[in-house]
């Protein structure tokens, strides 16, 4: 997703706006650029390239760098390709400015304004900055004021204005802005990993409130230009990132991190052998009182629910909802202030389970945010956070993060059936005496790696692939079909096994790759006749089941043997597997393991 950063100080700004530019490379992007102001000249400089941040260094190398004031972006494409012309800053006339966001209607904007011909990019961004410059007449808080009015939809502007050298100018509508101090004058960036070490506090820019950069102070003015006063957050966490390590990838580097991952995210919650969420500020009466629990998420991060899901109707024996956060204000859920939302996000950014969790709020119910990034909109948008402690994970395709939020979700919902009267100590010990073990049992499964990697060589060539199990397994397996698809490009899909009769199987043919994951015991028989199924039809299956478990007598491509733990807890063993599997798919085909093509670390687009 793009990324937006903007200095005013005292020191050259180029270099500095590089290297933040460089902490959010992480987002994911396809194109980069940057625009300095000159003070005492007045001069615009504006460098942008299709690439890397490293092509656009290349391009400023030759520059004197001695503006003081400037903006940088990182472009990921929603609005025309990825080009030279359609990377940003975009400029127009005394206009330059970088967005983060999509205006839904500059279609409109164009034919208003009549802006055809002045247009030379297809992308929604110069739209917003010609029709800025159009009402532009000297004053910058009349021009955004007004064009603020025009815009439909989700937008992080950051601005110069050519007559206007010592300031920067930012207002957003729901795409996240943060302001700060640092050790050359005043800094913004699109989120808290930019603004680097030496900012030790930071604010979020308020929404429609139009915020000055100076150079050495932040000021914000509503719309109506009555000042606001900033609130600002300490930054007592590390934001700094500690690289690869002797790893080739970040994603083996945070796959290896999980054993420790789980257990800094158990340390502060697991006191003299009981739940104890006090240090996150969870109240048990929202945990007792509520009657309904809706999970709201994306991608793996919706995953992580369904795993909860299995768990709270199990233990709790109470319904639970897993809605793709993306299609949840559109499908009329049933919320009220009975209902507890839990809004589980690795960035903290998405901006659909943002805006799922703000409906859900507007509904009545009570929040509890599963977040890996302090400080992040989703964390401050929720009435609570639970903070995984994975560290920053920096692969586009999560792990450390996913396995985490399990970790927070079984404490949850073990804390729950406590408070509910469904543990006693005796279960609460024994429960906890599984979830402890997840880190050992992982390890396990790491330090198998080189047979995983084995097994993953013998599906490089494959187009299709298809991953199948029933109950807690074909959860487990819809995160290992994401995992392989998003880094290997090789069409997988998840199926319950069960359901693969109804259609699906239409599909298996000589040879056709089939991951199979068997783990639960009372499913075991049906899994392995499914499997049959399958084998009859010519796949080729590759077994991952539960250690404990015997064999049936049929011919598998290949068979991993799973760590044994309780059935409900195999997600772990079983997902370190998975991952394993996928990486190493990915590695041997010579791909960008970290940055897949099209993907994005953080999607703060609907
Ligand atoms: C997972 O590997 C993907 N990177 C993607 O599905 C991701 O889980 C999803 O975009 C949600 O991101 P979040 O956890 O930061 O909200």
């Given at each position: 997703m793009c990324g937006i950063v903007g200095y005013n100080g005292k020191n050259s700004v180029t270099d500095q706006l590089l290297d933040s530019l460089e902490l959010l490379e992480y987002r994911g992007y396809d194109s980069a650029g940057l625009a300095t102001l000159n003070g005492t000249?007045?001069?615009?400089?504006?460098?942008?390239?299709?690439?890397?941040?490293?092509?656009?260094?290349?391009?400023?190398?030759?520059?004197?760098?001695?503006?003081?004031?400037?903006?940088?972006?990182?472009?990921?494409?929603?609005?025309?390709?990825?080009?030279?012309?359609?990377?940003?800053?975009?400029?127009?006339?005394?206009?330059?400015?970088v967005h983060n966001g999509i205006i839904e209607n500059y279609e409109e904007l164009k034919d208003h304004f009549m802006l055809h011909k002045e247009l030379k990019s297809q992308t929604d961004t110069e739209v917003v900055a010609a029709v800025l410059n159009r009402l532009y007449k000297g004053d910058p808080h009349e021009a955004l004021r007004k064009a603020v009015q025009y815009l439909r939809g989700t937008f992080a502007l950051v601005v110069l204005f050519a007559d206007q050298p010592d300031t920067i100018y930012a207002i957003r509508n729901v795409?996240?802005?943060?302001?700060?101090?640092?050790?050359?004058?005043?800094?913004?960036?699109?989120?808290?990993?930019?603004?680097?070490?030496?900012?030790?506090?930071?604010?979020?820019?308020?929404?429609?409130?139009?915020?000055e950069l100076h150079k050495n102070e932040i000021k914000l003015f509503d719309l109506e230009g009555k000042p606001v006063e900033p609130e600002f957050i300490t930054i007592d966490w590390d934001t700094t990132r500690d690289g690869k390590g002797?790893?080739?990838?970040?994603?083996?580097?945070?796959?290896?991190?999980?054993?420790?991952a789980l257990k800094a995210t158990m340390e502060q919650r697991i006191v003299d052998g009981k739940i104890d969420l006090s240090s996150d500020g969870v109240p048990d009466e929202i945990l007792k009182s509520c009657e309904r629990v809706c999970v709201v998420a994306c991608g793996t991060a919706m995953h992580a629910g369904l795993v909860a899901k299995a768990l709270v109707q199990s233990k709790l024996g109470?319904?639970?909802?897993?809605?793709?956060?993306?299609?949840?204000?559109?499908?009329?859920?049933?919320?009220?202030?009975?209902?507890?939302?839990?809004?589980?996000?690795?960035?903290?950014?998405?901006?659909?389970t943002l805006e799922?969790?703000?409906?859900?709020?507007?509904?009545?119910?009570?929040?509890?945010?599963?977040?890996?990034?302090?400080?992040?909109?989703?964390?401050?948008?929720?009435?609570?956070?639970?903070?995984?402690?994975?560290?920053?994970?920096?692969?586009?395709?999560?792990?450390?993060?996913?396995?985490?939020?399990?970790?927070?979700?079984?404490?949850?919902?073990?804390?729950m059936?406590?408070?509910?009267?469904?543990?006693?100590?005796?279960?609460?010990?024994?429960?906890?005496?599984?979830l402890v073990s997840a880190p050992e049992k992982m390890q396990q499964v790491l330090d198998q790696k080189h047979d995983i990697h084995k097994i993953a060589r013998g599906m490089l060539d494959a187009k299709d692939a298809f991953m199948i199990g029933r109950g807690l397994d074909y959860s487990i397996l819809l995160e290992g079909a994401l995992k392989l698809k998003e880094i290997s490009y090789i069409h997988t899909e998840a199926y319950a096994s069960g359901e693969l009769k109804h259609g699906t199987i239409a599909l298996i043919t000589e040879n056709t790759p089939v991951v199979a994951t068997v783990t639960q015991s009372r499913l075991k028989d049906?899994?392995?006749?499914?499997?049959?199924?399958?084998?009859?039809?010519?796949?080729?299956?590759?077994?991952?089941?539960?250690?404990?478990?015997?064999?049936?007598?049929?011919?598998?491509?290949?068979?991993?043997?799973?760590?044994?733990?309780?059935?409900?807890?195999?997600?772990?063993?079983?997902?370190?597997?998975?991952?394993?599997?996928?990486?190493?798919v990915s590695m041997d085909k010579g791909l960008d393991v970290d940055k897949p093509r099209n993907l994005a670390k953080v999607v703060t687009v609907e």
């Open positions: 000249t007045g001069k615009v400089k504006l460098r942008k390239c299709a690439g890397r941040v490293r092509d656009l260094r290349r391009i400023c190398q030759s520059d004197k760098k001695i503006s003081t004031c400037g903006i940088g972006h990182t472009r990921w494409a929603t609005h025309g390709g990825v080009s030279d012309l359609n990377a940003h800053p975009h400029r127009n006339g005394d206009v330059i400015l795409s996240p802005i943060v302001a700060a101090y640092n050790d050359n004058g005043t800094m913004l960036a699109s989120d808290v990993a930019a603004l680097g070490a030496t900012a030790e506090k930071y604010m979020v820019v308020p929404e429609y409130v139009i915020t002797n790893y080739p990838f970040y994603m083996e580097k945070e796959i290896m991190e999980q054993p420790d109470m319904h639970m909802a897993v809605e793709y956060a993306s299609e949840f204000m559109y499908e009329d859920p049933v919320i009220d202030e009975k209902t507890l939302v839990l809004a589980i996000s690795q960035s903290g950014e998405t901006i659909d799922a969790l703000k409906y859900a709020r507007a509904k009545g119910a009570k929040s509890i945010a599963v977040i890996n990034v302090k400080g992040s909109s989703i964390a401050r948008e929720s009435d609570y956070v639970m903070y995984t402690v994975a560290g920053p994970e920096i692969a586009v395709a999560s792990t450390k993060a996913y396995t985490t939020q399990l970790i927070a979700l079984f404490l949850l919902v073990g804390r059936a406590k408070v509910r009267g469904i543990f006693d100590d005796a279960a609460e010990k024994e429960f906890l005496g599984h049906k899994e392995l006749s499914n499997i049959r199924e399958v084998q009859s039809r010519g796949a080729s299956v590759i077994l991952l089941v539960k250690e404990d478990f015997d064999l049936a007598d049929a011919e598998y491509a290949d068979v991993f043997m799973l760590p044994a733990m309780a059935d409900e807890f195999m997600v772990f063993p079983a997902s370190a597997a998975l991952q394993l599997l996928a990486y190493y």
